[in-house]
Structures are given as structure tokens and as C-alpha cells.
């Protein structure tokens, strides 16, 4: 079955640890992005990535950082740098850029 | 950037009541989405809108795009338990065609 993988589904960190967020696809999609969500909140855009070893920053970038080694993954990284990291994270990813987007399952990652 | 405000916030229906949602701009929409998402879920893609005026029906839901492509709205005929979520509309007008997603109108149906 085709579609996007993302993991951990649940995540428990301290304040200060970086964290990696998994993200895979096999729809041979080109572009990928992370979006953050707030309890009640809409989808804020983090990073995307319309090619291989190539990315750009969304809306709110700082405290993060990917990777785009391989079309297939999309890492993000929540650093200890970002103020607020207790979110659902989601990741996406789609034909082109303006195309329809594909979402994974998110991950949901707390900071104690 | 480009901003897309969604109205209401929040509805609360009963079960075969008709709601809507809508999603207005200060600027012109290249295009317009429509997702789904459910508690706990993902959101999930319903319809793409592009051209002006454009209505698009899916079973008990209408897809309208405005003629001066600034505003969309979703319309659901008879709500039904499963209707239960959040309706969110995104644009990519702005930059490298990105989309940028309304803040959602939750939708809560009860019997």
C-alpha cells in the first residue's frame, strides 16, 4: 500500500533534548513538508521540500532543521533551541507544490 | 504573507441539520483545498476549487468558490454523525505555490 509513514506516533521528551521526527513515503512524490498543529489550532507550515537536497523554510522554521537525502524521507529535527515544542507534528507530501497533499499520522511529541 | 480567515470557529448541529463553513481572503486565491479532519486524526484532502465561481458537489456536500476568487465555502446537507471534524480550506497563492491553511470551523453533530 502507498502512502506516508511517520514515527514515533507518541513521543516523551525532556526540555533541552533534540528530537528527530521520521518521515517516509512511497508515492514517488516530489515535494514533502512538516506542518505543526496547536490543540484547536490550524496547520502551520514548518519546512518543505520540493526536490532532493533541497528545502526551504515555512512559517516557522526556527528551532527546527531537516534533511532531504533520499525523495523518500523527510526527517525534522525539533531542537533544544525551539521555545515551545509540545505539538502534533504532521507531515505531508504531495505530486507537486501546488498539488492535493497526502498526510501521514502525525506524531504527537510532549516536553516535560 | 497571505492570510485566509475561516468562519465560524466552531458549530454545533444536530444530526440532520445543514451547515457551513466559509473561508475569506483580502486578495485573490490562485485555487483553493478543502480537507477533513477528524479527532485524532490526520486531515484529509476533500476537493481542489480553481476556477471562479466553480461549485463542486461530493454527496451531501457543496463546494462553492466565489467569483472574485476571495472566498470559499463548504456546505453539508443533512448532517450526519460522521461529519464530525474539522473542516479546514488552504491556499497556495503565495510563495513557491506553498499551502497555507485556514485556522478550521469544528464541526460537532449530535443526535
Known amino acids: 500500500d502507498g502512502g506516508i509513514t511517520q514515527s514515533p506516533k507518541y513521543l516523551f521528551r525532556k526540555e533541552g533534548q533534540n528530537v528527530t521526527l521520521s518521515c517516509e513515503q512511497n508515492?514517488?512524490?516530489?515535494?514533502m513538508y512538516w506542518y505543526r498543529q496547536d490543540p484547536g489550532q490550524g496547520l502551520r507550515l514548518i519546512y518543505y521540500?520540493?526536490?532532493?537536497?533541497?528545502?526551504q523554510k515555512g512559517d516557522i522554521a526556527e528551532g527546527y532543521s531537516v534533511s532531504r537525502e533520499k525523495k523518500e524521507s523527510f526527517p525534522l529535527t525539533v531542537t533544544s533551541a525551539q521555545k515551545n515544542p509540545t505539538a502534533f507534528y504532521l507531515c505531508a507530501s504531495s505530486i507537486r507544490m501546488s498539488g492535493e497533499l497526502f498526510f501521514g499520522e502525525g506524531s504527537r511529541l510532549t516536553v516535560l | 504573507g497571505q492570510q485566509v480567515m475561516q468562519i465560524p470557529q466552531y458549530q454545533h448541529v444536530q444530526e440532520g441539520e445543514d451547515f457551513t463553513t466559509y473561508c475569506n481572503s483580502s486578495t485573490t486565491l490562485s485555487n483553493i483545498q478543502w480537507y477533513k479532519q477528524r479527532p485524532g486524526g490526520h486531515p484529509v484532502f476533500l476537493i481542489q476549487l480553481v476556477k471562479s465561481g466553480e461549485v463542486k458537489k461530493q454527496k451531501r456536500l457543496t463546494f462553492q468558490f466565489g467569483e472574485a476568487k476571495k472566498n470559499s465555502s463548504l456546505h453539508i446537507t443533512a448532517t450526519q454523525t460522521t461529519d464530525v471534524g474539522t473542516y479546514f480550506c488552504?491556499?497556495?497563492?503565495?510563495?513557491?505555490?506553498?499551502?497555507?491553511f485556514g485556522t478550521g470551523t469544528r464541526l460537532q453533530v449530535t443526535l
Open positions: 508515492l514517488n512524490h516530489d515535494a
Open positions: 521540500s520540493q526536490i532532493v537536497n533541497d528545502f
Open positions: 488552504a491556499d497556495n497563492t503565495g510563495t513557491a505555490s506553498k499551502l497555507t
